[in-house]
């Protein structure tokens, strides 16, 4: 009896009989496609368990041949495409969970000190699913659970073996709540965050009536720069107590680097915060400060009732504090 092989690597590509054509011809398929893999899986050109989970893993490794970087959003469409070929083969399913453990190691040569990163999780079909990172000789295991239309981001951090779900609308980091994602990292941030309700201040001037400040922008990520500026400025007139110094000083969920939102990082906040039920505002509270001067006696702020905004006296006290936290959850 001649022996042969069910499929091999050869030559940097996958060699595999095409089963669909026995027992009346033995004909071979050469490729180093892995959609051509994913397509012989499914027309039943390669059969069985074990031979269906090795050509998988092997799919994935020819998905990268060329690859110099890892581009973890390739790397998900990959195996997704491959999980769709047999919903149901558990030894398919098997094997792509060992590439996601090999692609997701950390190595210190590759990452020197570094004990955190985060990964996108977009596209996985809703369900639980166990998920080993493993990095510097330790794995952090983690229970995952994908619901309808959820995109979120996780930050492992291996030394305190945990893993923390970035996801907007829900408790960030620091313990506020995350409503918006620029889409990159850039310029030392990627998220704002926003303190939650237990950190507000109710009744604070906005500041120094009749003082122009100057050279603050109503931008997105402006606010941070802002609130420095403006707490440089009331310091040196003796100021105390004001909004942007309470955001300056807080201290919460073990962050020091809170600050007054900018105009359009407030009316994001009141946006986006109440898309997910309003949370991050005082309840019956209406007005709130921003970090942007209007003029030398007024400041933009919003009134979260009907989100309208508007320049105020800076010496109103009848308005609250809103907090933000701007942060790159690559480097926490």
């Not at 994913?38 to 990268?64: C, H, K, N, W």
């Not at 769709?84 to 040569?109: C, G, H, M, Q, Y």
């Not at 330790?138 to 239309?149: F, M, P, Q, S």
Request: glycine fraction near 12%; include cysteine; hydrophobic fraction near 35%.
């Amino acid at each position: 009896m001649n022996n042969f092989n069910a499929l091999e690597f050869v030559d940097g590509k996958l060699k595999f009989i095409d089963q669909t054509k026995l027992p009346f011809e033995e004909s071979y398929i050469f490729t180093d496609d892995f959609e051509r893999i994913s397509e012989a899986i499914e027309r039943l050109e390669i059969r069985g368990a074990p031979a269906i989970g090795i050509a998988a893993a092997y799919a994935v490794a020819l998905a990268f041949k060329n690859k110099t970087e890892k581009d973890e959003q390739y790397f998900g469409a990959v195996i997704n495409r491959l999980k769709s070929t047999r919903p149901t083969a558990v030894n398919l399913f098997w094997a792509l969970s060992k590439t996601e453990d090999a692609f997701l190691n950390i190595s210190k040569e590759n990452y020197g000190n570094k004990t955190e990163k985060t990964w996108e999780v977009s596209g996985i079909p809703i369900g639980n699913y166990n998920i080993n990172f493993l990095a510097l000789g330790k794995k952090v295991k983690y229970n995952l659970e994908i619901e309808e239309g959820v995109q979120m981001q996780l930050l492992v951090n291996i030394l305190k073996n945990e893993v923390k779900e970035i996801v907007i609308g829900k408790k960030g980091p620091a313990g506020g709540i995350i409503f918006y994602d620029k889409g990159s990292y850039s310029d030392g941030w990627q998220y704002l965050e926003a303190a939650p309700v237990s950190s507000e201040w109710i009744n604070k001037e906005w500041g120094s009536y009749d003082t122009l400040i100057g050279g603050t922008g109503t931008g997105i990520g402006t606010g941070q720069s802002n609130t420095t500026k403006i707490v440089t400025s009331l310091n040196s007139h003796s100021e105390t107590d004001c909004a942007a110094q309470l955001c300056a000083a807080l201290v919460y969920g073990g962050y020091n680097d809170w600050f007054l939102p900018s105009k359009d990082e407030l009316n994001l906040m009141y946006t986006n915060l109440k898309a997910f039920g309003g949370e991050g505002f005082v309840g019956s509270y209406g007005y709130y400060w921003s970090s942007s001067e209007a003029s030398a006696s007024r400041a933009w702020g919003q009134y979260v009732g009907s989100g309208g905004q508007g320049g105020y006296t800076i010496r109103t006290t009848a308005f609250a504090s809103g907090r933000l936290g701007l942060f790159n959850h690559l480097s926490i």
